[in-house]
C-alpha cells in the first residue's frame, strides 16, 4: 500500500509540473503573439497614415484623373465648371450625395443673398 502511495504521489508531482510547464509555455506563446500582433498593427497604421497623408497632398481633380485612367467605367468626374456632353441624368434623389448637393446649392445662395446686402452696388 505505501508503494502505491508513493507511485501515487510521484505521479501527482510529475502532472503538476507537466501542467505547470504547459501553462508557464503557453504563456510565452500568447505574449509572443501579441508582440507581434502589436507591431504589425503599428506597421499597418504607418503605412494608412502615410497612403493618407499622400492623398491630402494631391489636388482632387489629379487623383481622380488617374483614377480615370485606370478604371473603365463608363463615365467620369467632370470638374467645376465642366459639364458632361451627354446630359443623360436629370437630377434624382439618389443617395445622401443629392441632400448634399440640395445643402451646397442653398448655402450658396445664401451667401450670394449676403453680397447683394453688403455690396448692392457691385451686383446691378
Given at each position: 500500500?505505501?508503494?502505491?502511495?508513493?507511485?501515487?504521489?510521484?505521479?501527482?508531482?510529475?502532472?503538476?509540473?507537466?501542467?505547470v510547464l504547459f501553462a508557464v509555455t503557453l504563456r510565452?506563446?500568447?505574449?509572443?503573439s501579441s508582440r507581434a500582433l502589436d507591431e504589425f498593427d503599428i506597421r499597418r497604421?504607418?503605412?494608412i497614415t502615410s497612403l493618407l497623408n499622400r492623398l491630402m497632398a494631391v489636388r482632387w481633380e489629379d487623383f481622380i484623373s488617374v483614377e480615370e485612367t485606370t478604371a473603365e467605367q463608363v463615365g467620369g468626374f467632370y470638374a467645376p465648371?465642366?459639364?458632361?456632353?451627354?446630359?443623360?441624368?436629370?437630377?434624382?434623389?439618389?443617395?445622401?450625395?443629392?441632400?448634399?448637393?440640395?445643402?451646397?446649392?442653398a448655402l450658396d445662395e445664401n451667401e450670394e443673398q449676403i453680397l447683394r446686402e453688403d455690396f448692392p452696388e457691385e451686383t446691378k
Open positions: 500500500m505505501t508503494d502505491l502511495l508513493a507511485l501515487g504521489i510521484v505521479a501527482l508531482i510529475l502532472l503538476s509540473a507537466i501542467a510565452q506563446n500568447i505574449r509572443d497604421q504607418a503605412e465648371g465642366e459639364s458632361s456632353e451627354d446630359e443623360t441624368m436629370v437630377g434624382g434623389q439618389w443617395s445622401a450625395m443629392s441632400r448634399v448637393r440640395e445643402r451646397a446649392q
